[in-house]
């Protein structure tokens, strides 16, 4: 028996649950570097983990801080301009990640995305996998 590490979480779990991050982390890489190779052909992979480490993380933070600020003084519509900020965020990482304007980066974020989803189609549709329902609704 193994005994738990942090609440109900055994030491296995936790690696199992870092292992997958990581793995996650490198497949959400490969669309992003094939599309951002096509734009910009200086482009590398490390460019691309770059871009997709630290995309997630200020795309959450300006998320939540945005709307944490907004809703206190417009409301409900607070959380639709903090969706719009905190995009605007995540495109501005691929401008400084992959070294191009804010044009590029737009267009490099929106691919990724299409592919992104498009490839979560695929590995559901054949290995029974599926990215979750609030990113992506089941049809």
């Not at 795309?59 to 809703?71: E, M």
Request: glycine share 6%; proline share 5%; aromatic share 20%.
């Amino acid at each position: 028996m193994l005994l738990p590490v942090i609440g109900e979480f055994t030491l296995a779990s936790v690696l199992a649950f870092a292992i997958g991050l990581v793995v996650i982390w490198i497949i959400v890489t490969i669309p992003v570097y094939i599309i951002a190779k096509f734009f910009m052909p200086k482009a590398s992979l490390r460019d691309a983990l770059v871009a997709t480490i630290f995309g997630p993380l200020v795309y959450v933070i300006t998320l939540f801080a945005a709307d944490y600020l907004l809703a206190a003084v417009i409301g409900v519509f607070g959380y639709i301009l903090a969706l719009a900020f905190a995009f605007v965020a995540w495109v501005w990482i691929f401008k400084i990640s992959f070294r191009t304007g804010w044009l590029r980066g737009l267009v490099i974020a929106l691919l990724a995305i299409v592919v992104f989803a498009f490839l979560s189609y695929v590995f559901g549709f054949f290995l029974g996998l599926m990215v979750p329902t609030p990113f992506f609704p089941v049809f």
